[in-house]
Structure formats: C-alpha cells, structure tokens
C-alpha cells in the first residue's frame, strides 16, 4: 500500500505539471538509474517492487520535490 501511495503521488505530480513518465525515466537516467516504460509504470502502480523499484521512487519523489 505504501508503494501504491507514492506512485500515485508521483503520478499526480507529473501530471499536475505536464510531465509524461518519459520526462521521468530522462530525468532518472541522469542521476544513473536506468528504467524502462512498461517498468516504471508497474513500479508507480504498485505491482512491482523491490530495492531497485524503492530507489526510483525515492528518486523520482526527490525529482518532483517541489511540484508536488
């Protein structure tokens, strides 16, 4: 449920800003964490999980920070 929680934060704030999960996925690349499409759509909507899926939402909170 935690996970499913900033997913959904992390969903709302791309949207609230007109930002597509490809912005997202340049901005991780940037900071050296490779993700594809249809894997950090499962890891914002909670199906997958894991260390790695914990640092990209941890990331991308960060990324997102001051829009959300």
Known sequence: ???????????VGL???ARTQKWLIERLKEVGIDA???ELSNILSGSRGG???DR????SERILKDKI
């Open 15 to 17: 949207a609230r800003n």
């Open 1 to 11: 449920r935690k996970m499913f929680a900033k997913g959904h934060k992390i969903k």
């Open 36 to 38: 594809e499409k249809s």
């Open 56 to 59: 990209i939402l941890s990331e």
């Open 51 to 53: 260390p790695k899926a």
